[in-house]
């Protein structure tokens, strides 16, 4: 295991389709994160999940955002009908103590 | 959202010259971690942080947890071209409880000149 796994690393979609990333963590790492990077800033927190509950979510994330756990394994990220505002570098990071490691990231470009 | 003050914002330096940024913030923390984030790629955990006064190093990079709680500093010795990047620091509140969710700082983008 060599890591937090981000697939796919780039997407380029139109405006008002759907898209859903996946992220498999570090295989023991209990603790899974989504974070959203723009340009020039720092990640910001989209969503929390310990095993498979999702236990607590951004106010950033809007009712279009949808992220599952589903075995307290893998995670997907769905955005349905996307916005320009939405285009961003989308990080996966798992934990299982207090050290956090990131993903290679999904940047998502909307046209 | 909250946000760690990080400086400088930028740095442009000659290859050899020891580098240094810091993090404050008006909350306590109980976590301090630095990351380096190349272009396109996600961060890279360089140093954690777990105790007040904790001073620890990593190669080239020495890092420390301010006495205080509110403060981080990292050190970069003898730099050389591949250090470019943008450093973050990031750390959990010290009232996090169970979501180790990460406050950041904006970066310190790095340039180093051969």
């Known amino acids: 295991d060599t890591g937090v796994s981000q697939n796919p690393r780039h997407k380029i979609t139109k405006r008002g389709q759907n898209v859903t990333f996946r992220c498999d963590p570090i295989?023991?790492?209990?603790?899974l994160y989504w974070y959203r990077q723009t340009l020039g800033q720092g990640p910001e927190f989209l969503t929390y999940?310990?095993?498979?509950?999702?236990?607590?979510k951004s106010r950033l994330l809007s009712d279009r955002f949808s992220a599952e756990r589903p075995k307290g394994s893998f995670s997907t990220l769905e955005i349905q009908r996307t916005e320009q505002g939405d285009s961003a570098m989308y990080l996966c990071?798992?934990?299982?103590?207090?050290?956090?490691?990131f993903g290679q990231g999904t940047r998502l470009t909307v046209v | 959202g909250q946000q760690l003050n990080q400086s400088p914002q930028s740095m442009f330096i000659q290859e050899g010259e020891d580098v240094s940024m810091n993090c404050t913030s008006s909350?306590?923390?109980?976590?301090w971690l630095w990351y380096k984030q190349d272009p396109g790629e996600g961060p890279v955990l360089l140093i954690a942080?777990?105790?007040a006064g904790e001073l620890t190093s990593n190669g080239r990079l020495t890092a420390q947890f301010g006495i205080t709680r509110k403060d981080s500093f990292l050190n970069i010795s003898a730099s050389i071209p591949s250090d470019v990047g943008i450093y973050f620091c990031?750390?959990?509140?010290?009232?996090?409880?169970?979501?180790?969710?990460?406050?950041w700082g904006l970066g310190t983008s790095l340039a180093v000149n051969p």
């Open positions: 999940f310990q095993n498979e509950a999702q236990l607590e």
């Open positions: 990031a750390g959990h509140l010290g009232n996090a409880g169970n979501n180790r969710k990460l406050i």
């Open positions: 942080l777990y105790k």
């Open positions: 295989s023991e790492h209990n603790r």
């Open positions: 909350s306590i923390f109980n976590t």
């Open positions: 990071a798992s934990s299982l103590r207090r050290e956090t490691f």
